[in-house]
């Protein structure tokens, strides 16, 4: 189950900073406001990663859930190691959105810069000794089997056909650069002003070519049920739709790949996506404005869809200083008049000021001045 919480803008310009800076070993990440959001950055002050480790101990919380990005192998394409630090002190609330959530946090991230992901509960967990522990651990794991060992590569293949540095996507390019048939490529050029807005690509394994699957004009609504859940699939979609008063049709290239797919397709397709998006661009002449990945079609939704393209803003709420309350009370007001002290009351304190005041011995207003106040009242002397 899936919370449908998604990365900020915030989020992805805090690890892009990450990425691009060497004096920093991790970021610090939270929800907010149905959001992944950065909450604080790690700095590194050595080359060694089990010495950046201390400071998480003072940055953890014992019942607050959160997410650290660790820079665990620098010279890596897939450096990083997401850690979902979930106490058992934590409220259940919590518990549930951190663990539904971080599969969403790597995949918005870009999961090919990831090596793998940490789940703790202690803070002892995540110190130079609790992953010294866990080495230990995977070290001893039994020899993979053949189906493991494939899966692995597929899990490589992914990483590297992923976007990165221009190296590595040139050497993807040569590896597995399948020739696209002229009639994929046909329905790709006529996508930006079409008639249909989706054109399906699938590889033809035999033959290893990249043929055109299908084309139709679907809803966002509907988009999910014309994508095979069977078997993987190369998508651009023109997403057409309205946004704040205006008419916008961005198009999306989504890679779909369901777990019941054959290991050999899965090999193929994520060794392949990355030539037929430059194909798509090159040849085709496409601006792909998102790339969108999911195991399920029934992922890609119109809401996730709206989300990817126009992320939500933070907007900061001003202090708003509470209004003082109205004091409605009677006071005592006192009067000198001829040398005698007299006593009268008034409605309520808003009303108290210069005022005329009648003795009860006169048949005259007299007008008064506040010359003190006390406990029983406030004292007014006439003028």
Not at 62 to 76: F, G, K, Q, S
Not at 236 to 257: K, L, M, N, V, W
Not at 317 to 336: D, L, N, Q, S
């Amino acid at each position: 189950m899936q919370s449908g919480i998604s990365v900020s803008r915030e989020l992805h310009d805090a690890f892009d900073d990450l990425v691009a800076s060497r004096s920093q070993r991790g970021l610090l990440a939270g929800i907010k406001n149905e959001q992944l959001v950065p909450l604080e950055s790690i700095d590194s002050t050595s080359a060694d990663f089990f010495e950046d480790l201390a400071p998480l101990s003072n940055l953890l919380k014992e019942d607050e859930a959160a997410y650290i990005i660790l820079r665990r192998y620098p010279d890596a394409s897939d450096a990083y190691v997401a850690v979902t630090y979930v106490p058992d002190t934590a409220n259940v609330r919590q518990k549930m959105l951190f663990a539904s959530t971080r599969l969403t946090l790597v995949r918005e991230l870009g999961s090919e810069k990831f090596r793998g992901t940490v789940f703790a509960t202690r803070k002892d967990e995540l110190s130079a000794d609790g992953f010294k522990r866990q080495d230990k651990h995977d070290r001893q794991k039994a020899p993979l089997t053949e189906e493991e060992q494939t899966l692995e590569s597929v899990r490589q293949a992914e990483a590297e056909a992923s976007t990165g540095t221009t190296a590595r996507s040139s050497h993807v390019k040569n590896s597995l650069a399948f020739p696209i048939s002229n009639q994929a490529l046909e329905a790709l050029r006529e996508l930006a002003q079409g008639t249909d807005n989706l054109v399906q690509l699938a590889i033809d394994v035999p033959n290893e070519t990249i043929e055109l699957a299908g084309t139709t004009s679907i809803s966002p609504e509907l988009l999910a049920g014309e994508i095979s859940s069977d078997e993987p699939r190369f998508s651009f979609y023109r997403y057409d739709h309205d946004f704040e008063g205006e008419r916008q049709s961005p198009i999306a290239f989504i890679y779909t790949c369901p777990s019941a797919s054959k290991i050999k397709q899965r090999m193929l397709y994520a060794s392949s996506r990355a030539n037929v998006v430059e194909v798509a661009g090159t040849e085709a002449g496409l601006l792909i404005e998102k790339r969108l990945e999911a195991s399920s079609p029934d992922e890609i939704t119109a809401a996730t869809l709206n989300e990817d393209f126009h992320p939500k803003k933070q907007e900061k709420v001003a202090f708003a200083r509470p209004k003082r309350p109205v004091v409605a009370m009677e006071i005592g007001i006192r009067a000198w008049h001829g040398g005698e002290a007299r006593t009268a009351r008034a409605p309520r304190l808003a009303e108290v000021g210069p005022l005329f005041f009648r003795p009860r011995d006169a048949g005259t207003y007299r007008h008064f001045h506040m010359a003190e106040a006390n406990t029983s009242g406030l004292a007014y002397r006439h003028s």
